[in-house]
């Protein structure tokens, strides 16, 4: 299993999420060609990992919700 390089621009660069992809695309290939042949079909396993990153998506949405919502009750002295 290869390892994901890190970033080697900063984050406000204008190529950032395309470099991110560069380094992610060996991971996500050999990760999509193992459930392949364990036997899924390749719609289901692509239609799965869209489904999973949909699901990151929200959750990381609605941490940061939280997170906001949390900051402004500190601040009130509620919490």
Same mark, same amino acid.
């Given at each position: 299993?290869? /390892? ?63 997170? @906001? @919502?949390? /900051?402004?009750? /500190? ?5």
């Amino acid at each position: 299993m290869s /390892k994901i390089p890190p970033p080697t621009v900063s984050n406000d660069h204008p190529d950032r999420f395309v470099r991110c992809q560069d380094a992610l695309h060996v991971e996500f290939q050999e990760f999509f060609d193992r459930a392949v042949n364990a036997g899924w079909r390749p719609e289901e396993v692509l239609i799965s990992l869209i489904e999973l990153a949909d699901n990151q998506a929200l959750m990381m949405q609605a941490n940061a919700e939280v997170e @906001a @919502a949390l /900051k402004v009750l /500190k601040r009130k002295g509620f919490l």
